[in-house]
């Protein structure tokens, strides 16, 4: 027997008439049963922490790469205090002599190390470290900056880093300064520094070499000094001369990490 047709055109499997409510019931309960088919399908309708990877709504997100604050670079810190800077650069020719001036005088002082000196000689900085000391990048191989490019810079200055932290990082005292080899810098050493932490590229207004200290600006120094030195032979006789220079005038060797940001 062929089912009947309703009034509202809807077929009666049953073939008997439909009551009326249910006829006008009809269309809103088969949406709602479609709509809990399509849920149940898709498993939009479980609690959120069971719905499919594939159905997550993705969240929008800033793709756009955290601007990195440009290092400074300067040759003198800004201060009236009496105080200069002692920073010893390369790292080629180590020797205990220097270690003793500056256990002796507990003269605060900034290791720039390159990366073989680091590979040949990690014993004797972590002396240094276990002083207080701490180290920065003086670039892998001592290049001079300004001839290459933003990814070869950013390779000698970075690489450098990594090797400090690869050596020393344990210790706590791999520092964000970079000491540009031959004080050669430019806009994009700072750039390409700042991609791995760099806050400041410090040059000097002064040397010590052969036992003399030598300043930029006269004879005698001024608050914020910054003296370079290097591991070599005469290291030794040159922090005592920034010493004895340094009493003689008025001044203290302070560490420049406490006036860099």
């Not at 049953?14 to 009809?26: D, E, Y």
């Not at 002692?86 to 507990?106: F, K, M, N, W, Y």
């Not at 990814?151 to 932290?165: A, F, K, P, T, Y």
């Amino acid at each position: 027997m062929d089912a009947q047709t309703t009034s509202s055109g809807r077929a009666d499997p049953l073939g008997q008439p439909l009551p009326r409510r249910w006829r006008r019931a009809l269309p809103g309960a088969l949406a709602v049963t479609a709509l809990t088919t399509v849920l149940a399908y898709t498993g939009l309708g479980q609690p959120l922490r069971t719905v499919p990877e594939n159905l997550r709504i993705p969240i929008a997100l800033d793709t756009e790469e955290t601007p990195h604050e440009t290092p400074s670079v300067l040759h003198q810190i800004d201060t009236e205090e009496p105080v200069i800077f002692v920073t010893i650069d390369d790292g080629h020719q180590p020797g205990p002599a220097a270690l003793e001036i500056v256990r002796e005088h507990r003269m605060p002082v900034s290791l720039f190390l390159n990366e073989q000196p680091v590979k040949d000689h990690a014993p004797h900085f972590e002396d240094y470290i276990e002083l207080g000391h701490h180290v920065h990048t003086h670039t892998l191989s001592h290049v001079e900056l300004p001839q290459y490019g933003f990814e070869e810079q950013r390779h000698e200055i970075c690489g450098m880093v990594e090797v400090l932290e690869e050596t020393f990082g344990d210790d706590g005292a791999v520092g964000s300064l970079l000491r540009a080899p031959y004080g050669a810098s430019d806009a994009t050493t700072a750039e390409a520094a700042a991609t791995c932490g760099i806050t400041a590229i410090p040059h000097w207004s002064g040397t010590a070499e052969d036992g003399a200290v030598t300043l930029a600006h006269g004879d005698s120094f001024r608050p914020g000094d910054i003296i370079l030195t290097h591991f070599t032979e005469t290291l030794p006789e040159d922090l005592r001369a920034v010493q004895q220079k340094a009493e003689a005038e008025g001044f203290t060797v302070a560490r420049l990490e406490d006036y860099l940001p």
